[in-house]
């Protein structure tokens, strides 16, 4: 019998969290919508600064932060989801963190990415080379990549350079797809706004997962474009 579950998430990129005035922001922000999991990017956060990131019914908060105020990603689960935490891999640098767990007894990964400012496609290129064997087929990875993926997500609509083509021959052969553009291809805006469904085929009984995406600056000024993936596993049925 097949398991499925809803699950909503929101991946903010903040552009720093270090005065209370934007925490404040947030934390309403994150209450209002009411997702199942909250991602953000470039916290500027150290390891030190963690405890000021507080919203009330959100005490599940994953951090990986560097030594210095500068990028910075989070995970906030809200207390009233059923989430068992199995595992977490982060950087020292602040740029991933990964967790695994399940919501409702259904297994679930969440990478959460804040790419560099340089040669960003070649980072998550090897970032997800390098964490291929924990990628499955209920992996969601979401973040600020710094990198548009296709000419379309340009605002020049310059042709995609040879590294981003390198980045997204990799996504295809992890059988990474990208949700926004199956469900906007013709859409320009940075903001993801969208309902779908999406299954997993995994040699045991199917997993379906409906979302709702929410994806936006904090700023809405700043262009960085958000992403989301979901691996897809191009098996036969039984």
């Not at 964490?131 to 548009?148: R, S, Y």
């Not at 600056?217 to 700043?222: E, G, L, V």
Request: aromatic letters at 8%; hydrophobic letters at 35%.
């Amino acid at each position: 019998m097949a398991i499925r579950t809803y699950i909503s998430i929101i991946t903010l990129s903040v552009n720093g969290l270090n005065t209370p005035t934007k925490r404040h922001r947030l934390a309403e922000r994150i209450q209002k919508q009411d997702p199942y999991i909250c991602c953000l990017q470039e916290i500027h956060f150290t390891s030190r600064d963690t405890y000021k990131l507080k919203v009330r019914g959100w005490k599940k908060t994953f951090h990986a932060n560097g030594d210095q105020k500068k990028a910075g990603v989070a995970i906030l689960i809200p207390d009233k989801i059923d989430f068992t935490m199995k595992n977490i891999l982060r950087d020292k640098e602040g740029h991933y963190i990964m967790i695994k767990g399940s919501i409702q007894e259904d297994v679930i990964t969440i990478l959460n990415i804040y790419a560099p400012n340089t040669a960003s496609p070649q980072y998550i290129r090897q970032l997800l080379t390098t964490l291929k064997g924990e990628i499955d087929n209920n992996t969601i990875i979401v973040g600020d990549f710094n990198t548009p993926l296709t000419a379309m997500d340009r605002s020049t609509r310059q042709k995609i350079k040879k590294e981003t083509q390198a980045l997204k021959d990799t996504l295809k052969q992890m059988d990474l797809i990208d949700i926004y553009r199956i469900f906007h291809p013709k859409a320009t805006e940075y903001t993801i706004l969208s309902s779908c469904i999406l299954s997993s085929w995994m040699g045991r009984p199917m997993y379906d997962w409906e979302f709702d995406l929410f994806s936006r600056p904090m700023n809405d000024s700043d262009g960085d474009f958000c992403c989301m993936f979901e691996k897809m596993m191009k098996a036969n049925k039984r």
